[in-house]
């Protein structure tokens, strides 16, 4: 790796190469403000905000290499073109090559970039993966220095790996934007917290390990900052709450309950994932298609009466893998989603948007998944999405305002 600034947590200000490239270089007075929540939808300036949005995981991996660089902007460009407002995106990489976190507590100072594009992002602070280092790393870090572990879920429960975890969370949430001055806890363009990637807990299938962890990180980061919204992160598997849910899922459970998880006070919207062709994967595509759009209604009712908390269609996406693919499939299982989202919010029922799996600019092929959208090659699917996303901006009973929320009006 290139040279490194390293600067441990014990020696004064910390300068975090995050790489939040949603974050604009504006001043603050220009009136962009907090999203919200207000019952079960998303507001902002006491205005409904509907969105389409998109994830990028890989946005922070990609900048840190100066060469690199013009794919995010790129990126960006395209996704605004498209009408695409909300960015999700990785605020970790723990460990292994171009770490963000090389040991807990010492940081890898890269270039902070910033760009115009006004796009909100969502913010995830860790994985439950082994990608980009996740809990694996925290306890392996734990591990190495004699604290006694067990399993990778220890991550949930070790007080050593658990403060580790907060120990990140602080530095994220008070680092000072080089170019503004402002901190991240204070600027509006984050539009939410993930407190971790699709969270599981395989070591309590009953989710109580789980439960207990939500509750007291989510209570850490709104201790740091009350101006944000938070959430889990998580995929929508139901537990024990409710027993006669779980036939809803995808025949396992994985140490969440969608209901328990979610009514914590700290958490302000509920998220899911929909992947049909993973998790079902002997299963046609009307088949596979019926489960999603069970899946979507199912967690609409129960986020609208049960939780009373705004719901986003945080991960979905079609495989090019899948047998028979075509981007007429894809197209047409975009379009099922994208319908059932906008009529959902149409009527009141407390979806604020979704988050295709995911958008990619041109000369990325190592980071290709199958999910993978290029807009600027993806003509129809760029068509689909930009029509959503005409929809979703159309909601609002001031347009213009919405729009320019969405980044119409961002600097040239």
Same mark, same amino acid.
């Not at 010492?106 to 992002?121: G, P």
């Given at each position: 790796m290139a040279s490194l600034l390293r600067t441990s947590y014990n020696r004064g200000s910390l300068v975090i190469a995050l790489v939040f490239l949603g974050v604009h270089v504006r001043s603050f007075e220009d009136s962009l403000g907090f999203v919200q929540v207000r019952n079960t939808e998303f507001v902002v300036n006491g205005s409904p905000f509907y969105f389409n949005g998109f994830n990028a995981y890989w946005m922070m991996h990609v900048a840190a290499e100066t060469s690199e660089r013009h794919k995010v902007s790129n990126l960006f460009a395209e996704a605004v073109a498209a009408g695409l407002c909300v960015c999700r995106t990785w605020a970790f990489s723990d460990g292994g090559y171009r @770490?963000?976190?090389?040991?807990?507590?010492?940081?890898?100072?890269?270039?902070? #970039?910033?760009?115009?594009?006004?796009?909100?992002?969502?913010?995830?602070l860790s994985n439950n993966y082994h990608d980009f280092g996740g809990k694996a790393q925290y306890v392996n870090w734990a591990k190495d220095a004699g604290v006694p572990v067990n399993s990778e879920d220890d991550f949930y429960s070790n007080p050593v790996v658990k403060d580790h975890y907060k120990n990140h969370v602080m530095r994220v949430l008070t680092r000072i934007n080089t170019i503004t001055g402002v901190a991240y806890k204070d600027d509006p363009i984050i539009m939410a917290w993930e407190l971790m990637n699709e969270p599981r807990c395989l070591?309590?299938?009953?989710?109580?390990?789980?439960?207990? +962890?939500?509750? *007291?990180?989510?209570?850490?980061?709104?201790?740091l900052d009350n101006k944000h919204l938070v959430e889990i992160g998580? *995929?929508?598997?139901?537990?024990? &709450?409710?027993?006669e849910k779980k036939q809803l899922n995808p025949g396992y459970q994985v140490g969440t309950d969608f209901l328990t998880n979610n009514l914590i006070e700290d958490i302000d919207f509920a998220t899911i994932h929909a992947y049909?062709?993973? +998790?079902l994967p002997g #299963?046609?595509?009307?088949?596979?298609?019926?489960?999603?759009?069970? +899946?979507?209604?199912?967690?609409?009712?129960? &986020?609208?009466?049960?939780?009373?908390?705004?719901?986003v269609f945080a991960e979905f996406g079609k495989s090019k893998k899948a047998a028979g693919y075509s981007i007429n499939e894809r197209d047409a299982y975009l379009n099922m989603i994208y319908n059932a989202t906008y009529n959902s919010a149409r009527s009141g029922g407390g979806i604020g948007g979704g988050l295709v799996w995911q958008i990619m600019t041109q000369g990325m092929e190592s980071f290709y998944d199958g999910y993978e959208i290029i807009l600027s090659q993806d003509s129809s699917t760029n068509g689909v999405? @930009?029509?959503?996303?005409?929809?979703?901006?159309?909601?609002?009973?001031?347009?213009?305002l919405v729009l320019?929320?969405?980044g119409e009006d961002f600097e040239r």
């Open positions: @770490a963000l976190q090389i040991s807990p507590g010492v940081y890898d100072e890269r270039v902070f #970039q910033a760009n115009k594009y006004r796009v909100r992002l969502i913010l995830s070591d309590d299938s009953a989710g109580i390990t789980l439960n207990r +962890w939500v509750e *007291e990180m989510s209570s850490f980061v709104k201790s998580m *995929e929508g598997f139901y537990g024990d &709450s409710m027993p049909p062709d993973q +998790w #299963q046609n595509e009307k088949d596979q298609m019926e489960f999603v759009q069970r +899946w979507l209604s199912s967690h609409l009712t129960d &986020s609208r009466t049960i939780l009373k908390k705004p719901l999405i @930009a029509t959503q996303s005409q929809q979703m901006a159309g909601l609002a009973h001031v347009q213009r320019s929320q969405c």
